[in-house]
């Protein structure tokens, strides 16, 4: 059996090296998502990007970091999203946070 329901998918763009209270932002962001009852939660580390102040970053073979994009994935209901942002715009004070309307299908059986 199929479902089908409407949700919105929350996408925090935050630094590596960003923190909140001593510990990495999207680290702090997903434990926090976790906490409240959010479906999910996935980080992604960009290779390769910039943010608000254009400077790129790149991982290279010679480097273990420079403070690469990491990307907050999670979809949920629009209320539960709502819910947390926030503190979610508290943690991240340097980056950016979108919420977009997506359809979740997924395999009941």
């Known amino acids: 059996m199929e479902l ?3 949700a919105v998918r929350l996408k925090i ?15 702090a ?12 939660a996935t ?11 254009s400077l790129l970053h790149a991982a290279t073979p010679l480097r273990l970091s420079e403070d690469l994009p990491m990307i907050i994935e999670a ?13 979610v715009s508290e943690m991240v004070k ?7 309307d997506v359809r979740v299908m997924r395999h009941i059986g």
């Open 94 to 100: 340097g980056g950016l946070i979108t919420i977009d």
């Open 75 to 87: 979809v949920d209901s629009e209320k539960k999203v709502l819910a947390v942002i926030s503190k």
């Open 29 to 40: 962001v997903v434990q926090h998502l976790r906490a409240q009852g959010i479906w999910g």
């Open 13 to 27: 763009y935050v630094g590596e090296a960003d923190q909140f209270e001593g510990k990495p932002a999207y680290k």
């Open 4 to 6: 089908e329901e409407s």
């Open 43 to 53: 980080v992604t580390r960009g290779v390769y990007g910039f943010g608000k102040r």
